[in-house]
């Protein structure tokens, strides 16, 4: 038995069980409260980030983003059009933008669909980490690859605009061999070709199972059960599947260019496009296409005026 310590003094036992159990506590619930702090102020901000993006003023800026891009689509496909007719042109967004661009307006414009496609890419960013925190897991990954190659891609166009605006203009199918012989020089470089080719025929097929399936319907239920929803319906269908045959046929040059230790066969949506005139049967597919781009431009328009956000 042990004997007490000096009157009022704690014994010997006390004195080392005591403090040790006392800064135990102390020291557990100061971490424990400083990581609920934390992850309480995490919290905090990412829910007045997501107040934030959904602003009126980011929702008409993404809005016309939309707008912006269908247009774009609707220029592509006249390119692809005329194409089969012999006339020159790059069927991609830089063609695109180039044609937006040789007018009296064409700087104002330019820096305009800049401020749009950026408005674009920040709401998209913001579906793939805000909004998709309340999905669950599965969801929330999918979102996340989806929206996030979108918030990419719209961000790359709007710096296209820039581009256009500051006057550095370009070939798009010089930039796409290029940043295919950077990627096959590099460690990996095949494989990374490879399988930067099969995701965006990945992508291909999904607009064509979201097109066939009519499963964009749910962004746009507006007209649901009017004769314009039928007709707005059949321009979603057309669309989606002939933007899906477009990005597996870039995608095929860029596994081939991959696959034959070739980079300059791969010359993005443009090369993959024009390929098509050189095959049977090709200038009617490219017809198709082309007209293809041009409903689903259509379809993005209303898309960016009633669709849901």
Known sequence: MESPGPKGQPSPGETLGGPSW????????TRGGTR?????????????????????ALDV?????????????????????????????????????EQLAANPWGPAVMWAGFIACAGLSLWQLSEATLRARHLPRRQSLGKLVSSGFLSIAYGSVGLSFAGFALGNRGDSGDSTRDFSTAVVRSPFGVPALI?????IIGIGVYFVVKGAGKKFKDELHHFEGMRRGRLISGLGVAGHIAKGVALILTGLLFVIAAATNDPGSSTGLDGSLKALRDHPFGPILLLAIGAGFIAYGLFALVRARFGRM
């Open 195 to 199: 399988g930067l080719g099969l995701t």
């Open 22 to 29: 006392t800064a135990g506590g102390t020291a557990g619930e």
């Open 61 to 97: 800026v993404a809005r016309s983003g939309f707008a912006v891009m269908a247009l774009l689509h609707i220029v592509i496909g006249a390119i692809a059009v005329a194409l089969v007719l012999g006339a020159p042109g790059q069927a991609e967004p830089t063609g695109a933008i």
């Open 36 to 56: 609920g702090g934390s992850l309480g102020a995490a919290a905090g901000a990412a829910d007045a980030a997501e107040a934030a993006s959904d602003s009126a």
